[in-house]
């Protein structure tokens, strides 16, 4: 009688069918810039607010995705940069359009050439950028500080009641430099006694506004505040009027985008966590930035 060896079969069987799922899905259509942007409102954590500038600001939502870059901010050259490395949705944590709400009427209207330019490419590339910034700050912990802290090595010196950073004793023209480094911030102002020694410090990236940089430097254990930018005419000439006064304060100008720039790199390794199947990356803003010799 012909003996039959059942473990060959079933292993061919076994290997057949992971082969027929992998085929499955490999043949299934990518998912839709709108159908990734439901599952990052899934995940994120926070209630989603109605009044919010964190939508779609170019390009169809319904647009097959290929790749996904996060960057700070989306500009023409972040673009061109995502659309050489195959990805078509851009998730940029700061405006597009040049305006905190993206109000593109007046650039329409006069079909200004550098907003034409910039659409041309968006659609000539299928390309779809929505923006993440109110409810990436709203994340706990805050995605931007959370990323910034990491380069910084302050993630253990910074504590979440206060707010603040506590550090070993330095200067402010030695913590100047530390940081420059650390955020690769090729131009950082600095408001302050160069020599001042210091170990408290109010970290506030991006644009906080005055109202805020205030509350900060009112605390009498402030003695740095660091920001990314600000008009001269406020907190500039505040922090310029207390150290005319004798008072422990000084204030460093990262730049908007090398002060948040490293939340939306971690932004790109939080959605690693829970999106497959498309390939995920961050696209750095390059700083416009560069001194005179």
């Known amino acids: 009688m012909r003996q039959y060896h059942w473990g060959v079969p079933r292993q061919i069987l076994v290997l057949t069918l992971a082969a027929a799922a992998c085929a499955a899905a490999q043949s299934s259509p990518p ?16 209630a989603w607010r109605e009044q919010t500038v964190d939508t779609f ?15 700070m901010m ?10 050489a490395e195959g990805k078509n949705l851009v998730i940029t ?6 305006s905190h709400l993206d109000n593109t009427d007046t650039l329409e209207a006069g079909n200004d050439a550098v907003w034409a330019e910039k659409m041309k490419f968006i659609a000539s590339h299928k390309m779809v ?17 959370e990323g910034v802290l990491r380069p910084l090595d302050w993630e253990k010196q910074y504590n979440p009641a ?26 950082l102002r600095v408001v302050g006694n160069r020599d001042m020694r210091v ?31 600000v008009p001269e005419w406020e907190t500039i000439e505040y922090v310029s009027d207390a150290v ?15 002060s948040e720039q490293p939340g939306m790199a971690n932004c790109a390794e939080w959605l690693k966590t829970f999106i497959t199947g498309v390939p995920v990356g961050f696209v750095p803003a390059r700083e416009p930035f560069w001194t005179a010799e």
């Open 93 to 98: 944590h700061e405006p597009v359009f040049y």
């Open 244 to 258: 005319a006064q004798g008072k422990r304060k000084a204030l460093f100008l990262i730049g908007h985008i090398p």
């Open 74 to 83: 989306a500009t023409f050259d972040v673009l061109q940069r995502a659309a």
């Open 162 to 187: 206060t707010r603040l950073i506590t550090i070993q004793p330095t200067t402010v023209g030695e913590l100047a430099a530390y940081v420059r480094r650390k955020l690769n911030a090729k131009v």
């Open 129 to 145: 950028v929505w923006r993440f910034h109110d409810h990436w700050h709203m994340r706990q912990p805050d995605g931007i500080m």
């Open 199 to 229: 170990t408290t410090i109010a970290l506030q990236p991006g644009a906080a506004g005055p109202t805020a940089h205030r509350s900060a430097l009112q605390r009498n254990e402030v003695e740095v505040l660091l920001i990314g930018e």
């Open 57 to 71: 600001k170019a390009g169809d939502p319904d647009t097959p995705v290929t790749g996904i870059a996060t960057t």
């Open 31 to 46: 998912p839709s810039a709108r159908e990734i942007i439901g599952r990052i409102k899934a995940h994120v954590g926070v």
